[in-house]
């Protein structure tokens, strides 16, 4: 079946530096990927997203990478701060359609003072 | 947080027993789905509701029920619980403007 997953359950970082978070998911009729947060103990915070006609999107301090050749996509922090500690993870969809998401099961980041 | 809460917060409840989650939206929003999560799988949907009184199945449906009287209020039955259905439950509500999707606070659910 499909399946959207993380390369690495936990990742540390010291503060100040680059975190990558890596997903790979199954689908190749997937279309529109989301990257969440989770802080412990709430819900599930959207990121930022991209779609499949575009391999790269920015937001404030992330940024998005989009590989479609290995269905791979990655979400990047810049100069990661404690705030940033959280699980994130993954989704994939196919056209805009929440009833047919693939989360991925999540990356625990910590970030080292 | 776009309005969410969900009720109750933490519930304990025994093997065989009915349990209903509620969902509660202030702001009109159409789509509503309902997700569970456990540790070592992705959120996983349950059920999800288009409109009033129209709702549809997930992946994990079976040994759930979902009604919707209101906009602003999606409720999830156990019918019967069981162990395999303690987990933590997620209301959303997502925004077809802007494709964001947006959730509760979670529920607790144990079931011993």
């Known amino acids: 079946g499909e399946s959207v997953g993380l390369h690495l359950p936990t990742l540390s970082v010291q503060e100040g530096d680059n975190s990558i978070i890596n997903c790979a998911y199954s689908n190749s009729a997937s279309d529109y990927f989301i990257w969440y947060k989770q802080e412990s103990g709430k819900g599930p915070q959207f990121i930022i997203d991209i779609r499949s006609n575009m391999d790269k999107r920015q937001g404030q301090r992330v940024t998005v990478l989009l590989n479609k050749t290995v269905k791979h996509l990655s979400l990047q922090i810049a100069a990661t701060q404690p705030g940033d500690s959280a699980v994130y993870f993954c989704?994939?969809?196919?056209?805009?359609?929440?009833?047919?998401?693939?989360f991925g099961p999540g990356t625990s980041l910590s970030v080292i003072p | 947080d776009a309005g969410i809460t969900q009720s109750p917060r933490h519930k304990v409840t025994e093997t065989g027993t009915p349990v209903t989650l509620r969902c509660h939206q202030t702001?009109?929003?159409?789509?509503m789905y309902w997700y569970r999560q456990d540790p070592g799988h992705g959120l996983r949907l349950i059920h999800y509701?288009?409109?009033?009184?129209?709702?549809d199945k997930g992946e994990v449906s079976d040994g759930y029920s979902v009604s919707r009287s209101k906009t602003e209020d999606f409720l999830l039955t156990l019918e019967s619980a069981t162990s395999s259905q303690t987990s933590v439950y997620f209301c959303a509500i997502s925004v077809p403007s802007s494709n964001e999707q947006f959730f509760g606070p979670g529920t607790r659910l144990t079931v011993l």
């Open positions: 989704a994939a969809l196919r056209g805009t359609s929440y009833d047919k998401v693939i």
């Open positions: 509701s288009y409109g009033v009184k129209d709702t």
């Open positions: 702001e009109n929003h159409r789509y």
